[in-house]
């Protein structure tokens, strides 16, 4: 399994984990305007229970703190996430 890769194109972007040419987990974002917004959120059903979810969470909050974003959490796992741990998460979210 590779560690989370991250391809921002422009304003579209994902952060995914793959292994081999598989991918396991994907995260779909836009950027725009110091904004990050996360579309969605899916593992693969062989990939399920294993923490990728929480993987590409972890990994898109780091990047959008390097880059001094907000998030706009439009994916219902992230938005949970946000809502559960507002904490954790305070600094980032775009409500």
Request: hydrophobic share 40%; with cysteine; glycine share 10%.
């Amino acid at each position: 399994m590779s560690l989370v890769a991250i391809n921002i194109t422009g304003k579209k972007g994902v952060f995914e984990i793959t292994e081999g040419t598989k991918r396991l987990a994907e995260m779909e974002v836009g950027i725009k305007d110091g904004i990050l917004t996360v579309y969605h959120t899916e593992v693969s059903p062989e990939a399920e229970g294993k923490g990728l979810a929480k993987v590409l969470l972890e990994s898109m909050v780091e990047y959008a703190r390097a880059n001094s974003l907000k998030v706009v959490p439009l994916c219902v796992f992230v938005l949970g996430q946000f809502k559960r741990h507002p904490e954790t998460y305070a600094d980032l979210w775009q409500g």
